[in-house]
């Protein structure tokens, strides 16, 4: 095992290569087994980010595309939408994984009820979709939108606040014992949050990636 | 983070070092982000297995009491009934996981239905209750018992070719794509089902500990 | 209202124009209301046939973008996957219909469980979706797929006596009140089926047809 | 078929003429198939309206009765409560179809979430079994009743406001995407309510009107 | 409390006097608290038993003018179709059970898994929807009828035999726990096939009575 | 039957002797059938009030233990949070029943929907998982707490018009029709609290009792 280098592969299926970047920063205290390498790319033709029911369905065949282009060990959609996971597990050799799906089970693993802050009200019906059919919809406590436009969203500070000010609703008013960053984009305030509120804060690329190594140890062989 | 080493403690509530053991190799291959360290414990005055409700009633408060004795940044309780999960979370400032839930979490995040190889039919039910309260009963395909002598458990070859011929018949009549070793005795196991029978197969123990690890990026604070 | 005809669009997402001549025909016998027109359209671009994942997500934009460049004032996906439809939802400003979802439910409208009767096995979890998020899996009594080559499915009389075997099991072995051919395609067996083993039969463009229908009496107006 | 009258008998099941007109006039823009003819009909003794459990129990029999005595290819309950469904099921050779059930699948057909316009609170508690009889209560919106005096409701207009200005406490304040009018009485206000509120409104009569004539094409034998 | 007599009224609503014979055995061993009184009473225009959805449907009415008519200060419904228990609930100043709900909760309250045994395979589908409304269908193990014929019913110790018999699948094809014997005419047969079988067998009458005894303890009064 | 004693035994978990009287109080206007006998113990090693998670933990195995040394025909575990019951049922020869769990399907007895009055605030989410695993969430109106300090507790008057004010929240705000007193020590107000808000009151130890009761009528043998 130790002699073959394992690749997880975290694609974001956004344009911006801000938001792989702060994947990345995100994962970077994480460490990978001996043997596991964890490779972030970026969809150059997906939109700047994926904002509407379109955008997602928009990146489901570039998604497996580049995947299929890219062979890897482990796939990780990189995307709170888990975009194209369906057509992932159906045609790739090896486990896909999508940071939705993860940070909810992360959360649930934690024990409690969770809270999602998501970026706008119109992600918070895709979100419950997927909440509902990993049968979780017990245990949310509430799903909260940050609700700011574009230059506030740029406005680091300003939107850190914005996401402290939402994640104490969900703490105080939804009752949430644990907070799901609902977005890629959001790992740099993680430590933050958790800082200010005092409840654990799952990044959602960093619970994808760690079910991505889990599956590869011991090392994953073709599912036939 | 760096300065300072957090602690992940897994202790296994019966008193086998085998079974320690054969938990820490099956975590081996885990890598950990610089500043986690693992470490493993045996709780002394467990009994030698945990296979009857009376053996999992008779650790909850030692499990317990022992977290509180060794404190660490985040715990888990390394047997498949999950001992003392609720007093921990309860009681403990740090966050706890249980191997079991981990799993079936893990599986859950990996797609499909799984099934879960058991060593005793007797244990089934707990593990339902378990799927239930976790909202996942409707991707369990199956939960089949090795049902072997303890004589036959000793015997590590006859016990693989047991847990093969189980982890068949839940891919091959139950419809599992994942199978979870319901025991935290299996790890060594894992990579030979899995070549084997060419489906993923979780091992408990790894997927608490790197839901753990997890918990503390960033780092754990207490939670008040 | 009678000034102004309102046309029901119903895109066959397969550019099979059998497969649409299929649903034509399923619907020839069914009425309008006055001022209410039927048109049927054929995807060029889609795949002959709709069986993979693949299938499914490579649609889904084409379906929208047809509806969205032949506005109509209602639509319906005419296969039993119902590719694009929360898209649909989500941007065009008249009511949208799946046959797959308004078969399931005129089936539950007339009491009793269903059984589908579907083409290929492997269309057998999609379908399993669907009726998750429909709530209504209590109401399925099973799922048989015909499992025939194409040679053997361009043979009409052979499908149709497989159609009839598959449906008997489901009325007998699987206690299924009412079947739904699950299939744009099986229009033509509809009748045939159902006078031979005596039990409602669905066809499910026909249940779209007729919810959309329903849905512009009154006139529908945009939702804002 | 074209040779042989199919009859689909909506019966309401009070001793009220205008309801029975209302469900009429609901249905007057529907058309049905060559050979489909609509039927309404009044239970002499049945109660002026049907408000209270007593009223749904006391005709259950009348209603069953007067079916198997006018014997139609199709039967609808014309009232919102679907009194004598389960043994118009059992006891008729015919499908039978409740308004209620019809209308709550004609919502979810639509998509989105529902709101139920009810004429009285205490009718609340019958339409949330029915619900949930059916898996729908997660997309119920909210259940919102008018709670007119019997004067009021005679005035027209005023009912007309009253019926909007619960509608848009539904949609507004309950997130319904599509209104369901609870009542076989209130079809009058149905374009009107659609036009002032922008959201499409279900009238129950029509809804089950088109699940019966669907049941009827192809003709509908006798189920053994 | 003492003072003043509180009579529970059991109200078998078919004409067969040997029933409420049976139901009175049933309850013999039962003891009430001071000033509770037990009254049986025949309901001389229901038909000789309650096999159909028509019987069910039939007896709705005469039980709760019967009930009006007697007054008492708890009600139970003898039929395990539980007929007339909503309206009873709406219109009694005084709490109603039926015996097949106090029946499916009183297995509920021992733990385990129940098995029904049923007269015959049509009452089946009635069962389940009483433990679907009550939300147990998860603790049902089985559900099967004796399907004798009249002659074979009236000999008692042929009868003894096939609910022996049935009880026997039940427990051990189905896993069930512990038995409901599902129709008012079985208590005679309950301690034998408890001695018989080694599980306990709940008589429904039984379960009933002592909810409304306990409903009485202390004195009930008008609920407004 | 009548020759031989049938001893049910009532075990209160905690040490307060006041608890134990409290439900021996709440139990004297039931009676018993010839030949049972009801037997109240106090588990001296208990806690003086079973507040916590751990409270509940660390009286399980003492609770079955008493039974072990004090065999009897039914078991009652008088504490609201069933400490024990799992184990009881796997390890005693007869039945075993839980306060909690008996008092939550006396209230699905009597139909509506039913709110639990509670001693603690933390006590709230233990009642809702043993809610949930009945299967009975959805008639759950409310659960609210008294929130007394333990000189208010000892001020059996100020207890008592707490009870009632919350009571009378449950009712009017969350629309209980009936209540629970999610305590073994409040038997005592029980028949105030319904006299005052005229809804029936029900006292968990005497649901308990009576279910203990009822099993052993027949005589209840030993399960193998």
């Known amino acids: 095992m130790a002699e073959q280098t394992q690749r997880i592969l975290v694609l974001n299926p956004n344009s911006s290569g801000a938001v792989t970047e702060s994947m990345r920063a995100a994962c970077a205290d994480l460490a990978l087994p001996a043997g596991q390498e964890l490779v972030f790319a970026t969809l150059a033709e997906g939109p700047p980010g994926i904002e509407t029911q379109r955008h997602v369905e928009s990146v489901v065949l570039p998604t497996v595309a580049y995947f299929l282009a890219h062979p890897a060990d482990a796939y990780v959609i990189g995307c709170f ?11 790739l050799d090896a486990p896909s994984f999508g940071i939705a799906e993860s940070a909810i089970l992360a959360a649930t693993a934690q024990g409690g009820r969770f809270g999602i802050v998501a970026i706008k009200e119109s992600s918070i019906r895709r979100h419950k979709r997927t909440i509902g059919a990993l049968g979780a919809l017990d245990r949310l406590a509430g ?5 700011l ?20 609703q969900l703490r105080d008013e939804d009752g949430a014992t644990v907070l799901i960053l609902g977005c890629a984009t959001m790992g740099a305030y993680c430590a933050h949050v958790q800082a200010e509120l005092g409840v654990p804060v799952i990044d959602p690329a960093q619970a994808a990636v760690l079910q991505a190594s889990r599956a590869l140890v011991p090392p994953q062989r073709k599912v036939s």
């Open 143 to 147: 799903n909260r939108a940050l609700d």
């Open 149 to 168: 436009g574009v230059q506030e969203l740029l406005d680091q500070e300003r939107s850190l606040r914005r996401v402290i000010e939402i994640g104490r």
């Open 81 to 91: 939408s888990d975009p194209g996971l369906l057509l992932a597990r159906e045609e």
